[in-house]
């Protein structure tokens, strides 16, 4: 359990970062911010003159996201068993 939070606190923390530079990132380093979005959108699932009820999911990942996600995936690999004994 110990181990699984860990993890997800390194994945996050990679996100975050990578978030913001990516947002920050300008001149030659541009490519860093250059995102991709996924979504799916069910657009009025239900929809009656009381409720509107709709779905949706969307997802942007960007190319400073991905580089930190594999640098705290590698930081995990060679940290976890120090950090987390047991």
Do not use: E, H
Request: net charge positive; proline share 1%; with cysteine.
């Amino acid at each position: 359990m110990k181990k699984t939070l860990y993890f997800l606190l390194l994945l996050i923390c990679a996100c975050v970062l990578g978030g913001v530079l990516g947002n920050v990132a300008s001149g030659s380093f541009a490519w860093l911010g250059y995102s991709r979005s996924f979504a799916l959108n069910l657009d009025k699932f239900i929809d009656t003159d009381i409720l509107v009820l709709t779905f949706g999911i969307s997802m942007s990942i960007s190319v400073a996201q991905v580089i930190f996600i594999a640098i705290a995936i590698y930081a995990y690999i060679k940290t976890a068993p120090k950090v987390i004994s047991g």
